[in-house]
C-alpha cells in the first residue's frame, strides 16, 4: 500500500525513478479522480502519484474533483500528501524560481468547490487553524537545502477561484492584505486532506509576480518558469520521499477524534459506508 502521495501541479505529469509501476484506476463515491494513479517505489518507499490535472493538462482548477483525488489517495493508504503548485508572488524577495512552503491558506474560491466530504446527514468541524502539517513542511524545508533554489519555509498561499489571472486591482488587494503567494488548487487539497486525517504540505513553485509587479501575468511567461521548475521538483521529491518512512507523532492522524458531532445512530447508512476508510474507526 501506498504511504507517500504526490500530488502534481502544472507541468508536472509525471515522476522520474518509480519502480514497480502500477496505473491503479480507482473509483470514489464522490466521482472520478483527475487521472490513473501511479503507484511504486520511489528511493525505497511505497508512494502513489497523481497529476492533479490530468495528464496533458485537461482539468481546470474549478473543475477539478478534489474529494476524489484525496478520497483516491486515502484508498491506496495514504499517509502523507506532497502537494506540488505554480503560484504567483507578492513580495518582491520571493522571486520566479523560488520555492515556498506556505504555512496558511486565505480562501476566495467562494465555496465553488466541493471541499469536505461532510454533509447529507452527517456533521463534523475539524480544527484548521493551521492547515499545513508543520513536521511535514520541515522535512521537506530539511530535504530542499541542498538544492541549487532558494526556499522559503512559511507564507500564506492566497487561494483565487480563477481560471483568469487577477486583476491588477485584486493583485493590489492581496497585496495590501499581506498575502504571499497565490494559486488556484492547494486549499481545498489541504482541507480535505485534514478532513481524511492525511498530512499535508504544499511546495510552491513560483513562476511569476503577479500583476501588481506592473507586468501581466501570461501564459507564456508562466510556462517558460514551469519548465525550470519542473526539474527542481522531480530533485526534490527523490530527497524528500526517503525522509518520510518514519511514524507520525503529528496531530493530523487523529483530526476527527473530537470532530464529529453527530449522533452516530443518526447517520445515514450510505454515509457510514460511503466514509468507512475516513470515519469507521470513530463511529463502529
Given amino acids: 500500500m501506498a504511504k507517500i502521495g504526490i500530488i502534481g501541479g502544472s507541468g508536472l505529469y509525471q515522476i522520474d525513478g518509480i519502480t514497480q509501476v502500477k ?40 473543475e477539478l474533483n478534489y474529494r476524489a ?27 520566479p524560481l523560488d520555492i515556498v512552503l506556505p504555512d496558511q491558506f486565505v480562501d476566495r474560491t467562494n465555496q465553488a468547490r466541493k471541499t469536505t466530504f461532510f454533509g447529507e446527514g452527517i456533521a463534523a468541524h475539524i480544527s484548521f487553524a ?21 526556499m522559503h519555509d512559511k507564507g500564506t498561499y492566497v487561494n ?7 486583476t491588477k486591482a ?14 488556484m488548487t492547494n486549499m481545498p487539497e489541504a482541507r480535505l486532506a485534514r478532513e481524511a486525517e492525511m498530512c499535508f504540505a504544499t511546495v510552491a513553485f513560483i513562476t511569476d509576480y503577479d500583476c501588481w509587479h506592473g507586468e501581466a501575468v501570461t501564459i507564456d511567461m508562466v510556462i517558460a518558469n514551469l519548465t525550470k521548475n519542473v526539474e527542481t521538483a522531480k530533485q526534490l521529491i527523490k530527497k524528500v520521499v526517503p525522509m518520510l518512512s518514519g511514524k507520525r507523532n503529528c496531530d493530523c492522524k487523529s483530526a476527527l477524534k473530537h470532530a464529529i458531532i453527530t449522533d452516530k445512530k443518526l447517520i445515514p447508512e450510505k454515509k457510514k459506508k460511503d466514509l468507512d476508510i475516513i470515519i469507521g474507526k470513530y463511529i463502529n
Avoid at 80 to 87: D, E, L, N
Fill in 23 to 62: 496505473e491503479v484506476t480507482l473509483s470514489t463515491p464522490f466521482g472520478d479522480p483527475s487521472d490513473k494513479y501511479i503507484t511504486g517505489k520511489l528511493e525505497g518507499a511505497d508512494v502513489a502519484f497523481l497529476p492533479r490535472h490530468g495528464r496533458g493538462h485537461r482539468i481546470l482548477p474549478t
Fill in 160 to 166: 483565487m477561484e480563477g481560471p483568469a489571472f487577477s
Fill in 69 to 95: 483525488n484525496i478520497y483516491g489517495m486515502k484508498k491506496l493508504g495514504v499517509e502523507q500528501i506532497v502537494s506540488m503548485s505554480a503560484v504567483g508572488s507578492f513580495k518582491q524577495e520571493l522571486k
Fill in 170 to 183: 485584486e493583485s493590489l488587494l492581496y497585496k495590501s492584505w499581506g498575502m504571499d503567494i497565490i494559486g
Fill in 130 to 150: 493551521e492547515p499545513v502539517c508543520a513536521d511535514l513542511r520541515k522535512v521537506i524545508y530539511s530535504a530542499g537545502k541542498d538544492l541549487d533554489v532558494k
